[in-house]
């Protein structure tokens, strides 16, 4: 676990340090409460009805027997639901994903629900409900919906980004282009070129956590939503526009939060219980089954990618292409668009070109996964860029640092980077010794690059002294990585106190300003952000207090090491004041001592990493086991160094996971046959190794402690550090996402008939 | 429903107005959720064993079986708690009366608690514990307590207040003398002098809602507490005082309170519940009975009271004095050290003292009772001043009218008046119908007036702008009687926007900072003040926002009834912003929009009234029935006239149980003998008249709207004004409230016989 601070000379006393995770206790003891621990009383259970058609059109739905069983207190479908099609196509889509209108769109989707007052009424009560579908055709493949007969997703879907806009409808929502310089001159200039084609399969977050919520709606348009999720704010601000109420009447209380991983910043059944609590006038609980969090939440895209580098005989790459096809689900979303900004970021490239598209099937509609879209591309073009390096002779090391971005590169999605850490992050890999380590029989070594651009948006923070001195710092971003740690760390270093003084609370939407979601690894830096403000109007309140008690002018009081110092020659009689003796005698000094911040925390800092990666391969079945793994990345200022070596370690997990082993499997009639953890396998700990890491500390010159985002970054490269690792253990290129026993045998066939 | 609004000039758009109530739809349709509500998994019930001695000493609890039953998780007695003996002599009491230490102090002392998995369970335990008691003497009569040879209750109590100080343990525990001038003289220039002396009895609040709590206490030193409680942030200092925590490592989350009028101002088993927890592991819900909130919650003082008035023949009272009696249960209060204060308050004196004492007795620790202390005093002065008027044959209230205290009037208890309203009032009852309405046979008439301080202090409130433009106001004083409706008005009327768009919430203690207790009618007066700073903040920033929107200098911004309004010729063509649009650009105009303020809320506005009664006493049966009440009383600014309404009746319904029926009653054994509403019985819908109320608003200078508080000064006329009514209805003066049937028989035979 190496640690590399070298990069800044801010010193720091409690920043740094690895104390006790405050929610520890709670977690190992079972006393934290989830999602699904809430509880009201005369609370309902409620269910939902999903379509077992990957396309269908409802007839009807007759709910007139459910409705009419003992203890059935709601049936609400569509007909329930705010009708946004008229004015919001977003909003539309939001409340139509989260039940059905015309058409079900994915096998999977909600077309009806129930509350009653148990969970077996709920469940027969779900028996009762006779929908009449019309199965449409479908297509669940990006490749095959992009073909001109592909049956289309949605009539008022018309691609954006093409010129002129098109008049018929398609599924493909959005070609996004991005790049400069000359692709085709560049690739003229090469002495290699490489073009190859890549598949990822769709894959899910995997929290442990099924969402769930209790929500209370009154027939006075006020209410409360107790929810796991990963942002409690936009969850308010999002079924308060789709119910039409005012965001100050729904109250949303966040939960502890068992995993999100990017699938816990949309609505699902959220305002779906909303409006069955409306309807039956009681508590409604939803707790999702890990078959609908499956068929109903919101995975990761399947992808088709294709990729073309070349490069002079020295090593430069001339020009760089790549077209990224990304599923989306039902509804446009912006992940093609992501894939194509992301795939060449670790790289300095006078001529680079990517198109990314953004493509309708008739699956569930997709959410962040950790860097959404960025493993896919990664994948694609890190292992595109092994095969020139090998085609060139290269170290592939060494061909990434001859070619990695640096400060002032022109970044392929636009901008020009400030200090940056892919090259360091190259550089340490270089010298790591895993680097060095032998292989056996069977074995093979790859490294990868990734990249995340991080988040920062609007944060609100408010901290209370108390009145024995100890600090209550209120933040609205979901805790779903140590935010809580970290962030009571960086107010105690900022006050000047330990760490044990401060207590660091998620507090619900009543309570404090717009938070943003906690994605785009923005927790703890705009959190972050915001407690170093609000700390130094604390001390502003205390330097006042200081003075009054000391009675001098607070021009006189400095603040330094969580005390009051009274300044010059006239006041030296006078023993400084420590935050507690203040504290102590606030409510005779002017009242409860606080400070407060609201902030649009912008320019969180890009982050890069680079991974090593051994695996061994079993010729036999095409078993993969990763038997060492070395995560490197740019963390920026790595608050508590425990945490984000569980990030590096959390991210890696995944990819690992993705990389050989997850997938959905749709059948033919485009319905998924694996919704479940028996069918659908993450990696458990037997499956990994120690997941090494090394931590490099590359301030962010825009935050004031030089946090970068750190949770996103780590699932990048494992896609394509493991594909190179086979792909170097077994002689060929592996060029399909999970690279799973079968796909390995086949691709092993397939190279010894060609 | 008279309503005078002519003391000032000040104008008000929405304050004022008679809004819907915001959580009346939740409390209609149940869905308000009170103590007994709150429920987490894995919680147990909590029960907690009493003593059935009025004084006893506990000599072992053998508590060995009761833990070996099945599903008992915990059992905890005085062993358990935190030893507070050396050092804190307070904090001891309180934890002390929470759960005896060697001695059962009254009837319904906690003696050990219990923590099971069911309720049968739990009571089964209960009976598994043996307590060994020896039977000590005990007193709970305050003239019986104050002699010498009374069993001494405290051997750490030592009369403070009188020199020099006593070298023996005494139940008095506290003399407190006020007062200016020289009473003897005074008397000696009288042409009339009344002496009298009363008593009162003991009553309770009779909340609706009995104490309820669930506590969640971890071995990490963080905990939860869910309570009703008439101030969340005193009840987590005490709490975490009691217990050694710190107080930001203990939440504490307020329920709707079904009624509190000082008694939920305490702890009571809330410390225990903690402790259950913590040795449990497990949550603990603990809800008290009405036996136990009888016996074992706070009820108000009972009390022993001498008054001597001296007049002239021209009606100016020379010279007032008193001695006031008050038992505080077994730990020094100060009860009667409010009654010496309070009870000449209403008068403009040259010569007055008062004596108060503080006497323990083997009763329950005594806690507020809306405007404590003063309905006896004023029982007791009002009906001596009643006698001096009949005595002098002059008309009660010009008498009263005559010696009315003013603004200049020093007050009894030491600060000399700003604009007071006890003249005003006193006009208005002389003008008012209800004084020229005639009588039948045995009805009487009767008047009497009363004073209370309302207190400030500490306070905070945030205001947050929702991107819709809806306003969350978030406060930290538990709302009792409306003040989130209240406070919505105040802060609607600073920024200019309908009442619609404010929601009031009240924070847990992790959200805010500090807040006092709502008692002292400083909840609307505190938090209003509050509202207005931190709505004038919140201008700041949108005139801010809105400058930034129309590209012009802030100082070009004036907030003109809701709109940013840009100044000056130059700036003609620029339509003003509202808040909502200003709120909608805020994302991108420097993020969340809010306002903050902490504040010691001092000088908060004392508060008068004067309420008329018509009673009709059935000389049969002793029975009494009011069957006409007013009052009327300076609110200052009626911030929502409806709930000012509801607490002038509220209070005079009180007023009017006590007067008439309401009393605690003791055994030769010292034990409660009517725990329970059948047998103390508080006025019910059909035993009160139609209370009318007649506002008069003269300002309070120290508060920007010109508020005072409201909620208490209505409960401390109606003992007198009902006293004064039945001695005027049958002949006989009445000393002793309440006037149940049986001593109003006893006073007519008295007569009758003398």
Redesign the interface.
């Known amino acids: 676990m190496a640690h590399d601070t070298s990069y800044t000379d801010q010193k720091f006393n409690v920043v740094g340090t690895r104390v006790k995770r405050?929610d520890?206790?709670?977690k190992v003891?079972?006393?934290a409460?989830y999602g699904a621990?809430a509880?009201?009383?005369?609370q309902l259970v409620g269910l939902i009805l999903r379509s077992p058609h990957a396309h269908a059109r409802i007839k009807k739905i007759d709910t007139a027997r459910a409705e009419k069983l003992k203890g059935v207190k709601a049936v609400v479908t569509s007909a329930d639901m705010p009708d946004l099609n008229v004015g919001n196509r977003d909003l539309f889509a939001v409340l139509e994903n989260c039940m059905a209108r015309d058409r079900a769109l994915y096998d999977g989707h909600a077309v009806a629900a129930v509350a009653a007052v148990d969970m077996n009424t709920a469940k027969q009560a779900l028996k009762l409900i006779k929908v009449s579908y019309e199965k449409l055709p479908h297509v669940t493949d990006v490749d095959e919906a992009m073909k001109p007969d592909a049956p289309i997703i949605q009539d008022w879907v018309f691609t954006v980004g093409v010129e002129p806009t098109p008049k018929k409808p398609s599924n493909v929502s959005m070609r996004s282009e991005f790049g400069h310089g000359d692709v085709e001159a560049g690739f003229a200039q090469a002495d290699v070129v490489i073009e190859k084609s890549y598949k990822t399969e769709q894959t899910h977050q995997g929290y442990i956590e099924p969402h769930a919520c209790l929500a209370?709606l009154?027939?006075?348009g006020?209410g409360e939503l107790w929810v796991t999720t990963q942002g409690h704010f936009v969850f308010r601000?999002t079924c308060?526009?789709l119910l039409g109420l005012?965001?100050?009447?729904l109250?949303v209380t966040s939960s502890e939060i068992g995993g999100g991983f990017g699938g816990k910043t949309h609505v699902w059944m959220e305002p779906v219980a909303l409006v069955l609590s409306r309807k039956a006038?009681r508590?409604v609980k939803v707790v999702m089954s890990r078959d609908e969090v499956f068929r109903a939440s919101g995975p990761t895209c399947s992808t088709s990618i294709d990729v073309k580098i070349g490069a002079t005989r020295d090593g430069k790459i001339t020009a760089a292409s790549a077209e990224l096809r990304y599923q989306d689900g039902p509804y446009p979303a912006i992940w093609g668009m992501l894939g194509a900004m992301t795939s060449y970021a670790c790289y300095d490239l006078k001529n680079v070109k990517t198109v990314g598209y953004d493509v309708l099937v008739n699956r569930p509609k997709v959410a962040a996964y950790r860097a959404p879209s960025a493993p896919m591309a990664a994948f694609a073009v890190e292992s595109t860029v092994d095969l020139v390096a090998a085609e060139l002779g290269m170290d592939p090391v060494d061909f990434r640092i001859l070619n990695a971005a640096k400060e002032g590169t022109r970044a392929s999605y636009g901008p020009t980077y400030g200090p940056i850490g892919i090259g360091p992050t190259l550089e340490a890999v270089k010298n790591h010794p895993h680097m060095r380590a032998k292989l056996k029989k069977n074995q093979g070594r790859g490294m990868a690059c990734g990249f995340w651009f991080n988040f920062g948006g609007?944060?609100?923070t408010?901290l209370?002294?108390?009145?024995?001195g100890?600090?209550?710092l209120?933040v609205g971003t979901i805790d779903v990585g140590g935010s809580r740690a970290a962030l009571g760390l960086i107010a105690a270093e900022e006050l000047g106190i330990p760490y044990d003084?401060?207590?660091t609370?998620v507090?619900?939407?009543?309570?404090?300003?717009?938070?943003d979601m906690t994605e785009g690894s923005r927790g703890t830096f705009s959190s972050g952000m915001a407690a170093i403000f609000a700390a130094r109007e604390t001390i502003e309140v205390l330097r006042q207090r200081a003075a009054v008690m000391l009675d001098v002018p607070v021009e006189a009081i400095e603040w330094k090491e969580g005390q009051a110092v009274a300044t010059g020659l006239e006041h030296s009689n006078l023993a400084p004041l420590t935050l507690k003796e203040i504290a102590a005698k606030s409510?005779t000094t002017?009242?409860?001592?606080?400070g407060?911040n609201?902030?649009?925390a912008d320019n969180a800092g890009v982050s890069f990493a680079s991974h090593i990666c051994d695996v061994e391969v079993d010729p036999e079945t095409g078993a993969t086991r990763v038997i060492r793994y070395t995560v490197v990345q740019d963390a920026g200022k790595a608050i508590h160094p425990d945490y984000v070596e569980g990030q590096f370690q959390g991210g890696a997990a995944q990819g690992i996971g993705w990389a050989l082993n997850e997938e959905y499997i749709y059948g033919k009639d485009g319905c998924l046959q694996n919704a479940g953890f028996l069918d659908y396998r993450i990696p458990v700990c037997s499956d990994l190794p120690f997941i090494d890491t090394q931590i490099l500390e590359i301030p962010n010159p825009n935050h004031p402690y030089g946090v970068r985002g750190v949770g996103e970054t780590s699932i990048v490269p494992p896609l394509a550090a493991i594909g190179n690792a086979v792909s170097n253990a077994v002689g060929v290129r592996l060029n399909h996402v999970p690279m799973s026993p079968p796909r390995i045998l086949k691709a092993l066939e397939e190279a010894a008939n060609s």
Chains 1, 2 share one sequence.
């Open positions: 405050p520890g206790v709670d003891t079972g006393r409460r621990d509880s009201a009383p005369g209370s009154g027939p006075d006020q601000n308060a526009a005012e965001v100050s009447r109250k006038n508590p609007q944060t609100c408010d209370n002294v108390g009145i024995d100890s600090v209550t209120t003084m401060v207590k609370n507090a619900d939407t009543a309570s404090l300003g717009h938070n409510p002017g009242g409860p001592i606080a407060h609201e902030v649009v």
